[in-house]
């Protein structure tokens, strides 16, 4: 059964860097083809989609939030990580990690996530 | 592109046949897929590919449409199934979802 967990600070300050990993357990993040994802839910709205990385590096970002995200992989410790810049009060959110899987090929759904990380930006 | 669901939340008891509708800005195919949310939980999939069945899924649960018109369907609702529920379109990135459907006990 593939765990996904997420870690990092619970607190960070406005104009710093937000920063996560998403450990991977129960299979190893360099098999299969998937992605390997980022999204976030500010309390009480709805879920918003940052972006996602493939093993191989690559990677494709929301443009709301391009500018300010950097998303990297180490396959060698089986985890991936997010780097949100110079965040404010609006980047306060539960981060969620997951991965992504395609059943027929193009279809890409969710099917596996981390049980979230609240991060609240303050001073 | 835009996903808007509706209704935003509903109310309903036990045993009702629910269906909450999802609208998307532009054709998206059959690339529609659904999720469950509980209270302090993370989303877990329902449906994807618009009507497929994830494995494990009780098969009370169903998803139709094509397009830009898609349905989720609770044949017969059970007490576990009060939770909000969102949709989410595959076709282009950036991936979207719609703003959530909470459904309650009635």
């Known amino acids: 059964q593939v765990q996904l967990h997420e870690s990092g600070p619970g607190l960070v300050k406005p104009s710093q860097t937000l920063s996560l990993t998403c450990t991977v357990s129960?299979?190893?993040?360099?098999?299969?083809?998937?992605?390997w994802d980022w999204i976030r839910q500010p309390a009480g709205k709805g879920l918003e989609w940052i972006g996602r990385?493939?093993?191989?590096?690559?990677?494709t970002y929301n443009p709301s939030l391009k500018s300010r995200v950097t998303m990297s992989i180490d396959t060698s410790k089986n985890h991936f990580s997010l780097d949100l810049r110079t965040v404010t009060a609006a980047d306060t959110a539960v981060y969620y990690c997951?991965?992504?899987?395609?059943?027929?090929?193009?279809?890409?759904?969710?099917?596996?996530w981390g049980q979230g990380s609240l991060v609240t930006v303050t001073s | 592109i835009q996903m808007t669901q509706s209704p935003s939340s509903l109310s309903a008891s036990v045993g009702d046949r629910v269906t909450i509708t999802c609208r998307a800005s532009?054709?998206?195919?059959?690339?529609l897929n659904w999720y469950q949310q509980k209270v302090g939980k993370a989303p877990k999939v329902l449906i994807y590919?618009?009507?497929s069945l994830q494995s494990g899924v009780p098969s009370r649960f169903s998803g139709s449409g094509s397009g830009t018109d898609f349905t989720l369907t609770i044949s017969s609702l059970q007490p576990e199934d009060f939770a909000t529920y969102y949709c989410?379109?595959?076709?282009?990135?950036?991936?979207?979802f719609g703003q959530g459907t909470k459904v309650e006990i009635k």
């Open positions: 590919g618009a009507s």
């Open positions: 997951a991965r992504e899987v395609a059943p027929t090929g193009l279809d890409w759904v969710f099917d596996y």
């Open positions: 990385i493939h093993k191989g590096g690559s990677t």
């Open positions: 129960g299979g190893s993040i360099n098999s299969g083809n998937y992605q």
């Open positions: 989410q379109q595959s076709y282009s990135t950036p991936w979207t």
């Open positions: 532009q054709h998206i195919s059959m690339y």
